[in-house]
C-alpha cells in the first residue's frame, strides 16, 4: 500500500505505509500541515482569531465539521466564541461541572428560571442545583433552541437513511455520547441539550415551528461561571425541514476572560440581570466558596 504526498518544494513523493517504518514516515510527513476542520495546537496557532483577542490568549481554536463534535475541559471564567462561518452550523451544546459531573446543564431550569423559553444575551444556563454554569453575553444571531434537542440515530436513520457518527447524516445524540465517552461519562450523562444557530418558536397552538439560520457570520459567546467539560456536536437539527442533511462548519475560540464574571454580576457587562439570574450566581459563588475554589 502507497500513499502520495507532497513534499516541501511541491514535488509528488511515495511512501509506503506497508511497513511500521512507512508509517511512520507517512505520519511523520503530515506534522505541520493544516486541514480545513481541525483543532488548533498550541491555540495561539489558530489562523482565525477573532477580532480584539490576540491569538497568544487562546486556550481553544477550532473547526468543527459538519456532522463533527469536540470537547474540552475549560476554567471558570472563559469566554467561548462560537461563529457560524457560512450560515448552516448547529451547535448542539451540553455543559457538565468538571469537579462533579453529577451536576449539568438542565434545559427545563434554564427556560423556567429566568421565565425566557429563548436565549440571547443574558440568558443563563443552569444546572439542577439551582446554580449557573454559564451565561450566553453576546449574540449577534439571535436564532436558537432549547426546546426540540438534538438528533437521535432512529430519528436519522428514517430521514436521511443514516444516523451513525461515521456516516454521511450522523445524529447528535450519536456524537455527543462519543464525546462524553472521552471525559469517563456515559449514556446516563447525556441529558437534553440546547442548540444554537438555528431557531425554532412555538405558536399559540404549541406547536414548533423552524425558522432556520440568521444567515453567515453570526456568534455567540458563553461566559463559564465553573470550570466546566463541554460537549459539543456541529450537526443538522432535528426539525431542519431540508429532506437532505445539511450542516456547515463551526468556529470555536476560548480565553480567560474571569474580569468579565465581576462585570456580569455589577450589570457592566450586558447591563442589569434579573434577580433570578444575580441569584443563580450568587448560589453558584457560595458553593465555590463552600469548596474552596473562591
Not at 48 to 58: I, K, Q
Not at 259 to 267: I, M, V
Amino acid at each position: 500500500m502507497t500513499s502520495d504526498l507532497r513534499a516541501s518544494d511541491g514535488s509528488a513523493a511515495t511512501s509506503s505505509t506497508a511497513t511500521t517504518a512507512g508509517a511512520r514516515a507517512h505520519a511523520r510527513a503530515q506534522h505541520g500541515r493544516t486541514a480545513d476542520h481541525m483543532r488548533h495546537v498550541p491555540a495561539s496557532s489558530s489562523p482565525t482569531a477573532p477580532d480584539g483577542v490576540a491569538a497568544e490568549r487562546l486556550v481553544w481554536s477550532e473547526t468543527v465539521a459538519p456532522g463533527g463534535y469536540t470537547t474540552a475541559v475549560l476554567a471558570r471564567g472563559t469566554r467561548i466564541r462560537m461563529t457560524d462561518v457560512d450560515g448552516d452550523a448547529c451547535a448542539h451544546l451540553l455543559l457538565h461541572r468538571a469537579d462533579a459531573t453529577h451536576e449539568r446543564l438542565n434545559v427545563a431550569d434554564t427556560v423556567k428560571v429566568p421565565w425566557q423559553a429563548y436565549l440571547g444575551p443574558g440568558h443563563p444556563l443552569l444546572s439542577g442545583f439551582g446554580r449557573v454554569l454559564a451565561t450566553v453575553v453576546a449574540d449577534t444571531s439571535g436564532h436558537h433552541d432549547a426546546l426540540a434537542g438534538t438528533t437521535t440515530l432512529a430519528g436519522n436513520e428514517a430521514k436521511y437513511g443514516s444516523g451513525a457518527p461515521e456516516s454521511p447524516a450522523p445524529a447528535g445524540r450519536e456524537l455527543l455520547l462519543l464525546a462524553a465517552l472521552k471525559n469517563g461519562m456515559a449514556q446516563r450523562d447525556l441529558v437534553p441539550s440546547v442548540s444554537f444557530f438555528k431557531s425554532v418558536r412555538a405558536g399559540g397552538d404549541g406547536v414548533l415551528r423552524w425558522e432556520g439560520s440568521a444567515g453567515p457570520g453570526t456568534a455567540v459567546d458563553l461566559l463559564l461561571h465553573v470550570d466546566t467539560i463541554v460537549l459539543l456536536a456541529n450537526t443538522a437539527h432535528p426539525l431542519d425541514p431540508r429532506p437532505q442533511f445539511t450542516c456547515s462548519p463551526l468556529q470555536l475560540h476560548a480565553w480567560p476572560a474571569a474580569t468579565d464574571l465581576g462585570r456580569l454580576a455589577a450589570g457592566e457587562l450586558i447591563g442589569e440581570l434579573g434577580p433570578e439570574h444575580r441569584q443563580a450566581i450568587a448560589n453558584t459563588d457560595a458553593d465555590l466558596v463552600a469548596r474552596g475554589v473562591l
